[in-house]
């Protein structure tokens, strides 16, 4: 990928719009005139050109979104509710995405750290016009990685990784004035573009198409009457798997006193077969190298390494080969886990016995490396600023560390969101003022989990559920609201059937029915 922001070079001469060769000619004129004019004048002459250049290649929030609006329209998750995995893919990456886009608007932010993303995108335009590489499925798997460092050339290598148009670029100006404003919201919002942008470009109106999913959303008893069928079929056909995952999991496990075994992503049964046999094989032909996990939690990801938890990942994608490394590695990493570990207890001590924590459902996957970086740094901060707390005053309080934000912030479930670079005077004057409210929203949080797990209970006796599990996504409101509607209902077509309540109707390959939380009645 091609970094736009030094559009002086020479190698990046010839992808400059019009406007920007224009800019450079100004900057190359100024130079031929340098013997004509005094040093001064040269210098002041070049710093108002390349002032007006930069100028000129920032773009403000709302253009961005402006620019960035088919893209939104290709990979938005409410498009992939049938494709769970490639569903939570893009909605990591989008919010990775718009983490980095809100670093470029940060007042003197003059760099970031390089980002890969991959992003599954949904073919927009008719049938005519369909790509070569698409799946069956309707959409391709794009990555990418950006390491640019203004607004602009992240849109434009946006839009060019994904194969989308940048005609409509050419009229986008920046705006100064916004620039410099942080940004209110969200990166993503709500786009409602004008009728005759879709007749003009040939692109599919996705407001139209959520209109019209809305329409046909079945209720539950007919979607249930219509699906299960096939969903019982389907899971008849994948007992033997998952009896043969269970056996897998549980031998290893003893063999090697494993913790857990897990999985980052929701791949189907016959995917976690083969991921657990190819570990067992390796444990049979290389039985030593296996010795190291006593005591760990293995999770089968898209990387290997060890996550901010302590978890050993193995990525899917890699060879016996790759996995032993890593498991000769394991005593540096747990070097480094307990470093971790230190610095969280030294940054209690410091805010008053608030504790870090680490959730891995809330956003992708943080390496430990990644994470000890971010303690040490906020560490660091901590200790150059003299902060005046009682040591047990926030006891009880949990905080997370965000290197994406700018402000602090109390979480709808009672912990803190603080940036790593916080200011540790702000920091201590917010952590004190909405101590209280965060204190109240922990306990309500509590409360819903102890009643969610009632329900869930309650859910799986009454209507003779196999499983009943939920969406990450799925807060513990919507669980319990969804649980208690199905238990008033009684619906004899659930029994004996693993329920995934989501955010939309789907048969899973392995027989599983995805419902929606909110499921019509």
């Known amino acids: 990928m091609v970094n736009n922001n030094n559009i002086s070079n020479s190698s990046n001469w010839s992808q400059a719009g019009p406007w920007q060769q224009a800019q450079l000619g100004s900057i190359r004129t100024c130079e031929t005139r340098k013997h004509k004019n005094s040093g001064e004048e040269v210098k002041l002459e070049r710093k108002h050109v390349a002032t007006h250049l930069v100028q000129q290649r920032t773009l403000s929030g709302a253009d961005a979104v402006n620019a960035l609006r088919p893209f939104y329209f290709a990979v938005h998750p409410d498009f992939f509710g049938q494709y769970p995995r490639e569903r939570e893919v893009n909605e990591n990456s989008l919010k990775r995405l718009n983490g980095y886009l809100d670093n470029l608007q940060k007042p003197g932010s003059h760099s970031v750290q390089p980002m890969k993303l991959t992003f599954y995108v949904r073919d927009t335009r008719d049938s005519s016009d369909v790509q070569a590489d698409l799946l069956t499925s309707g959409f391709r798997s794009v990555s990418f990685t950006l390491h640019t460092n203004d607004i602009l050339s992240t849109v434009m290598n946006v839009l060019k990784s994904c194969s989308l148009p940048i005609e409509h670029m050419s009229g986008l100006k920046a705006s100064a004035e916004a620039s410099e404003r942080p940004p209110e919201a969200p990166f993503y919002r709500p786009i409602k573009w004008d009728k005759s942008y879709y007749t003009f470009t040939g692109f599919r109106d996705p407001e139209q198409e959520l209109q019209q999913a809305r329409r046909v959303e079945p209720v539950l008893s007919l979607w249930l009457r219509n699906n299960e069928p096939e969903a019982t079929k389907k899971q008849k056909v994948s007992l033997p798997r998952r009896e043969e995952l269970i056996r897998l999991k549980k031998e290893l496990c003893h063999k090697f006193y494993l913790a857990d075994i897990r999985w980052q992503r929701s791949w189907g049964v016959a995917h976690r077969c083969c991921q657990l046999q190819s570990l067992s094989r390796l444990s049979q032909q290389n039985p030593e190298a296996l010795i190291n996990l006593q005591g760990h939690t293995i999770v089968f990801a898209d990387q290997?390494?060890?996550?901010?938890?302590?978890?050993?990942?193995?990525?899917?994608?890699?060879?016996?080969?790759?996995?032993?490394?890593?498991?000769?590695?394991?005593?540096?990493?747990?070097?480094?886990?307990?470093?971790?570990?230190?610095?969280?207890?030294?940054?209690?001590?410091?805010?008053?016995?608030?504790?870090?924590?680490?959730?891995?459902?809330?956003?992708?996957?943080?390496?430990?490396?990644?994470?000890?970086?971010?303690?040490?740094?906020?560490?660091?901060?901590?200790?150059?600023?003299?902060?005046?707390?009682?040591?047990?005053?926030?006891?009880?309080?949990?905080?997370?560390?965000?290197?994406?934000?700018?402000?602090?912030?109390?979480?709808?479930?009672?912990?803190?969101?603080?940036?790593?670079?916080?200011?540790?005077?702000?920091?201590?004057?917010?952590?004190?003022?909405?101590?209280?409210?965060?204190?109240?929203?922990?306990?309500?949080?509590?409360?819903?989990?102890?009643?969610?797990?009632?329900?869930?209970?309650?859910?799986?006796?009454?209507?003779?559920?196999?499983?009943?599990?939920?969406?990450?996504?799925?807060?513990?409101?919507?669980?319990?609201?969804?649980?208690?509607?199905?238990?008033?209902?009684?619906?004899?077509l659930m029994q004996g059937l693993h329920i995934c309540v989501s955010h939309f109707y789907s048969v899973m390959q392995d027989g599983d029915l995805c419902v929606p939380w909110d499921w019509k009645n």
Request: aromatic share 4%; charged share 20%.
């Open 304 to 492: 290997s390494g060890m996550n901010a938890s302590g978890h050993v990942m193995l990525g899917t994608m890699d060879v016996h080969h790759q996995w032993t490394k890593l498991f000769e590695q394991l005593s540096s990493y747990r070097s480094l886990l307990q470093q971790t570990e230190w610095l969280k207890e030294r940054i209690s001590l410091l805010l008053g016995g608030t504790q870090v924590i680490h959730m891995e459902r809330l956003g992708p996957v943080q390496l430990i490396a990644e994470h000890y970086s971010t303690l040490s740094t906020f560490h660091k901060s901590l200790v150059s600023r003299r902060l005046r707390l009682h040591p047990r005053s926030l006891q009880g309080l949990t905080m997370l560390l965000e290197n994406d934000r700018s402000n602090p912030s109390l979480h709808e479930m009672g912990h803190f969101i603080v940036p790593t670079n916080c200011d540790p005077p702000k920091l201590q004057v917010f952590l004190q003022s909405q101590a209280p409210e965060a204190r109240l929203r922990t306990q309500r949080k509590n409360q819903l989990q102890v009643e969610e797990d009632a329900v869930v209970k309650l859910c799986l006796q009454n209507l003779s559920l196999r499983s009943l599990s939920k969406e990450p996504s799925v807060s513990s409101s919507q669980m319990i609201l969804c649980c208690k509607r199905l238990v008033e209902q009684r619906f004899p």
